[in-house]
């Protein structure tokens, strides 16, 4: 099954890896290397999203790595300019500053060498005292400041620390995009894994337990056996005569619900400090948020079991 890396439009430098299942024009998912560096709608939970394709794959892992790969460059690409900015505005600062700095110096010059000039003797007794005391011509001024005292070492202190600053913040963001893509366990002692960053991303698009629980779904089965599998293997009511399919994976099944209902905070027993009616009402809250999993997984695999098969 091919798996495709998307830029969503929606929302620039967010990427996503997807199934081709999940593209909404179904004469586009038979040919799905076509699409590279085009737009497409893309079914996401409940809605549809407009997504640009940049790769397409049979490897998901390899799909998730490249996607983490490209947003750690989006967020360099971010901060480089902005520290970039940062210097140049320091840089012209501090440019100001020196030129400041220089033609304070020259003037501070010129007065030295015009107060060592007699400017005040009257013009009459300049020529005999030429004759008799010869003055030597003025020495030339040397208007070549010292390099050191021209440099502000207080502007360069504060731009070496700012870029300090800004190379060990990407630092740790680098070391933060790394430890994301390590793969997180769904449930405690289920032995179901999931990427963080897709994790991360399929909470943050679903803004309901039952859509969530649809979501981890999708990603943690595949599309067949989506289609030829019930939630737990029994016969329809409904319809007695119909031959049961047989039960999805439980170990997947089970991670899910537990996850959600973890994550509601209604997972495991009550805890001993509850008083009695407490601890009725999160068994009664617990109970009322597994059926309601429950029934929606289940639908779930019913309208996936009568979708036509493209």
Same mark, same amino acid.
């Given at each position: 099954?091919?798996?495709?890396?998307?830029?969503?439009?929606?929302?620039?430098?967010?990427?996503?890896? *997807?199934?081709?299942?999940?593209?909404?024009?179904?004469?586009?998912?038979?040919?799905?290397?076509?699409?590279?560096?085009?737009?497409?709608?893309?079914?996401?939970?409940?809605?549809?999203?407009?997504?640009? +394709?940049?790769?397409?794959?049979?490897?998901?892992?390899?799909?998730? @790595?490249?996607?983490?790969?490209?947003?750690?460059?989006?967020?360099?690409?971010?901060?480089?300019?902005?520290?970039?900015?940062?210097?140049?505005? +320091?840089?012209?600062?501090?440019?100001?500053?020196?030129? @400041?700095?220089?033609?304070?110096?020259?003037?501070?010059?010129?007065?030295?060498?015009?107060?060592?000039?007699?400017?005040?003797?009257?013009?009459?007794?300049?020529?005999?005292?030429?004759?008799?005391? #010869?003055?030597?011509?003025?020495?030339?001024?040397?208007?070549?400041?010292?390099?050191?005292?021209?440099?502000?070492?207080?502007?360069?202190?504060?731009?070496?620390?700012?870029?300090?600053?800004?190379?060990?913040?990407?630092?740790?963001?680098?070391?933060?995009?790394?430890?994301?893509?390590?793969?997180?366990?769904?449930? #405690?002692?289920?032995?179901?894994?999931?990427?963080?960053?897709?994790?991360?991303?399929?909470?943050?698009?679903?803004?309901? #337990?039952? *859509?969530?629980?649809?979501?981890?779904?999708?990603?943690?089965?595949?599309?067949?056996?989506?289609?030829?599998?019930?939630?737990?293997?029994?016969?329809?009511?409904?319809?007695?005569?119909?031959?049961?399919? #047989?039960?999805?994976?439980?170990?997947?099944?089970?991670? +899910?619900?537990?996850?959600?209902?973890?994550?509601?905070?209604?997972?495991?027993?009550?805890?001993?400090?509850?008083?009695?009616?407490?601890?009725?009402?999160?068994?009664?809250?617990?109970?009322?948020?597994?059926?309601?999993?429950?029934?929606?997984?289940?639908?779930?695999?019913?309208?996936?079991?009568?979708?036509?098969?493209?």
């Amino acid at each position: 099954m091919d798996h495709l890396l998307v830029e969503w439009v929606s929302e620039p430098k967010t990427y996503s890896v *997807v199934r081709s299942e999940d593209i909404v024009d179904g004469t586009k998912r038979l040919n799905c290397v076509g699409l590279i560096g085009s737009e497409t709608e893309i079914s996401w939970g409940k809605k549809v999203y407009l997504g640009r +394709v940049h790769e397409v794959g049979q490897d998901k892992r390899i799909l998730i @790595q490249n996607a983490d790969k490209l947003a750690a460059l989006a967020l360099l690409e971010e901060e480089s300019t902005a520290t970039n900015q940062l210097t140049l505005k +320091v840089a012209v600062r501090s440019k100001k500053r020196k030129k @400041q700095h220089t033609e304070a110096t020259k003037v501070l010059q010129i007065d030295k060498i015009l107060a060592s000039q007699n400017l005040d003797q009257p013009q009459g007794n300049e020529e005999d005292n030429n004759e008799n005391n #010869p003055v030597s011509a003025p020495a030339e001024p040397s208007l070549d400041t010292d390099i050191d005292a021209q440099i502000d070492y207080k502007e360069k202190f504060l731009a070496l620390k700012i870029k300090y600053r800004e190379l060990r913040r990407k630092h740790k963001t680098l070391v933060r995009s790394v430890a994301e893509t390590n793969e997180v366990e769904l449930y #405690p002692s289920s032995g179901v894994t999931l990427s963080a960053a897709e994790l991360a991303s399929i909470k943050l698009m679903s803004n309901q #337990p039952t *859509v969530r629980a649809r979501n981890l779904f999708r990603r943690l089965f595949t599309l067949d056996e989506l289609r030829t599998h019930s939630l737990l293997g029994k016969r329809c009511n409904a319809n007695r005569n119909a031959i049961p399919l #047989p039960a999805i994976d439980p170990n997947r099944c089970n991670a +899910v619900i537990g996850y959600i209902l973890k994550e509601e905070g209604v997972d495991g027993l009550p805890a001993n400090d509850l008083s009695s009616a407490d601890a009725k009402l999160f068994l009664k809250k617990k109970r009322t948020l597994k059926r309601e999993i429950t029934k929606s997984l289940s639908d779930f695999l019913r309208e996936e079991t009568r979708k036509p098969i493209v």
